[in-house]
């Protein structure tokens, strides 16, 4: 990390929304634009987050425009952060929202590559999971991962995910087309494991 | 019968998005705004709508603009034309506005805006209809709405849709130089599955 990207990183004000232990969610900031296209861009991250088009810093800056007033929102993101290093360090959120249905699609990137295999994503995406039951009154939160992408096949078996169906020959990743896997979390059964947590 | 209906009348194709006995529901067309615009500003109609404030043509019109992109799928309020089947005339509105996606309420409207189609049950009817497609398609966990003391009309349509009055509230709607109680009515999926015996 370059000094000039510390100092940037250095002068935002963090607001948590939901607080972890090693990681708060935090709202986006448009002045972490640059961080955010530095990761999207990256071939390790993007490999694994499916990203095949470039994003400009304008395309990032877009995300964080003001929604229209009085919509719904159908996703949500936030920006993990690191509390001990005090630094943004990745995504995790909702897309493909369907209120009617109430499920949503779960995806998360840690965008610096130092802090993979720590345990985090599997942390923010428990933060995740309970605010989608407990407060966004989701049914079934579900996730598609291919087949290379072992780290988060564990994560999702780890958060108490279940394997629905494996669609064939679904992703080209690298080259080669990939199955890819389709796990779902549904709201009654995150409640009976997680009675400590309500 | 006045030009303007007989031009609603011949002009336009209905395509009914729900179908009654004596009534369908079909979606807005711009083409009727006039009308629209006509039943909003009628000092009749506008009473029971506490409608306080003139609608212009082009507020009217604004309606018909199209939803920016990324909030397409999700909307706080639905409306439906009423329509009547044998006279071949729209003759008023109805809907659900303030939708929750989260707390999955919403509140139910109706108008008639052609007074000589009021007292036929028209209303009623039509309310079925919208609170079928309320619980069967859009998922929602209750219905509510707030009628003024002096609106006989609606509280009886009120009662017979089988709500049921969950509170008063005092002095909350200023009428015609005077404040008048707002009762509250609701009806939740499980209550509607009762009496309809589905």
């Not at chain 1, 001990?84 to 699609?105: L, S």
Request: hydrophobic share 35%; glycine share 6%.
């Amino acid at each position: 990390m370059t000094e000039e990207q510390k100092n940037k990183e250095k002068e935002i004000e963090v607001f948590p929304f939901i607080e972890g232990e090693t990681i708060d969610l935090v709202a986006g900031n448009s002045k972490w634009a640059d961080l955010y296209c530095k990761w999207n861009n990256d071939p390790k991250v993007r490999r694994y987050a499916r990203d095949i088009w470039p994003h400009t810093i304008e395309d990032e800056k877009k995300l964080y425009e003001p929604s229209p007033d009085r919509h719904t929102k159908e996703s949500v993101i936030f920006t993990i952060y690191h509390k001990r290093d005090k630094r943004p360090i990745g995504f995790v959120g909702f897309g493909r929202i369907n209120w009617v249905n109430r499920n949503a699609n779960i995806f998360a990137t840690i965008g610096e590559p130092e802090y993979w295999g720590k345990g985090i994503a599997v942390e923010a995406n428990k933060l995740l999971i309970k605010y989608g039951f407990t407060e966004l009154n989701f049914h079934k939160i579900y996730a598609g991962i291919f087949t290379p992408n072992k780290r988060s096949l564990r994560a999702a078996e780890k958060l108490g995910f279940k394997k629905e169906a494996i669609i064939k020959e679904t992703m080209y990743v690298d080259g080669q087309y990939h199955d890819e896997h389709k796990f779902a979390l549904f709201k009654r059964d995150w409640f009976k494991s997680n009675q400590n947590e309500l | 019968m006045p030009e303007q209906k007989a031009n609603s009348k011949e002009e336009i194709e209905v395509f009914p998005f729900i179908e009654g006995e004596t009534i369908d529901l079909v979606a807005e067309n711009s083409k009727w705004a006039e009308l629209i615009c006509k039943w909003s500003n009628d000092p009749k109609v506008r009473h029971y709508s506490r409608n306080a404030w003139p609608r212009s043509l082009d507020d009217i019109k604004k309606r018909f603009e199209t939803v920016p992109d990324g909030y397409r799928h999700t909307r706080d309020k639905v409306g439906f034309i009423i329509y009547h089947k044998r006279d071949k005339l729209p003759i008023g509105d109805i809907g659900l506005n303030r939708i929750d996606w989260v707390s999955r309420n919403a509140n139910i409207f109706a108008m008639i805006g052609e007074p000589e189609y009021w007292g036929k049950g028209i209303v009623g009817e039509a309310a079925q209809l919208v609170l079928k497609y309320a619980f069967t398609e859009l998922n929602l966990h209750k219905v509510e709405t707030g009628v003024f003391t002096p609106n006989e009309r609606s509280l009886r349509a009120a009662e017979k849709l089988g709500l049921n009055k969950e509170a008063v509230v005092k002095e909350a709607m200023y009428v015609d130089g005077k404040y008048h109680d707002i009762h509250k009515w609701g009806l939740t999926k499980k209550e509607w599955l009762e009496k309809n015996k589905l």
